[in-house]
């Protein structure tokens, strides 16, 4: 299995520009999460999907975010239009059912200049 | 809101000392309860979940949950240099999203 696959690892942008992170989960987890960590604010959840369904998105910050999940195997974040305190690392993450353990990709750092 | 609160820390024990590590949740309805080991620039990896309370052992680790006061905690014994990590909690209820604590950040001294 190899596991969570997020791209890309690392992501520089300036203030402006739309960013696209990209996830596919294990295969069979129904369950997908995005999160994004900084120091100040920790792990926070932004959004998870069941079924490729979006189920709460209340973590959003705002709408210049947005995600998708099209199918079982893929799921993007976009950021448009980018800002500096967007820069943190973005964590995608797939469970089996709910309740259950995490599965983390290797996360995206994202810069924002 | 839900939330999850640890010390930050830093905890620093001994190499073969005990290592205590804490947390406390706010949601009373929560069911499930995970620790996560995350090193420097690393994703989190987990290292136990528990269900039940009381205590739960694995290895050098062991989970305790108590419901009733909201309070779970990780205890590492015969800590090793290669512990020294952030720890997180994380919490959920069925069918919903892990909400996890700032961390607690673990230094083992050789």
């Known amino acids: 299995d190899a596991g969570v696959i997020q791209s890309p690892r690392h992501e520089v942008t300036e203030m402006g520009q739309e960013v696209t992170l990209r996830c596919k989960p294990i295969?069979?987890?129904?369950?997908l999460f995005w999160y994004r960590q900084t120091m100040m604010r920790g792990l926070e959840l932004l959004i998870y999907f069941n079924n490729n369904v979006p189920i709460d998105d209340s973590g959003m910050p705002e709408d210049r975010f947005s995600a998708k999940m099209p199918n079982a195997s893929f799921s993007t974040l976009k950021i448009q239009p980018s800002e500096p305190r967007d820069s943190a690392v973005y964590f995608c993450?797939?469970?089996?059912?709910?309740?259950?353990?995490?599965?983390f990709g290797n996360g995206t750092r994202l810069t924002v200049t | 809101q839900k939330e999850v609160e640890q010390n930050s820390g830093p905890l620093s024990v001994p190499e073969g000392a005990i290592a205590s590590l804490n947390c406390t949740y706010s949601?009373?309805?929560?069911?499930?309860f995970f620790w996560y080991r995350q090193y420097s620039g690393k994703s989190p990896e987990l290292i136990m979940f528990?269900?039940?309370?009381g205590d739960k052992e694995d290895g050098r680790f062991t989970a305790q949950l108590n419901k009733a006061s909201q309070y779970v905690s990780l205890l590492i014994r015969d800590s090793q240099p290669s512990d020294s990590a952030t720890y997180l909690c994380?919490?959920?209820?069925?069918?919903?999203?892990?909400?996890f604590g700032k961390g607690t950040t673990l230094s083992v001294s050789s």
């Open positions: 994380a919490v959920n209820q069925a069918g919903t999203a892990l909400i």
């Open positions: 295969s069979g987890h129904d369950y």
């Open positions: 949601d009373r309805g929560s069911q499930s």
């Open positions: 993450a797939s469970t089996l059912t709910g309740g259950s353990p995490l599965h």
């Open positions: 528990i269900y039940s309370n």
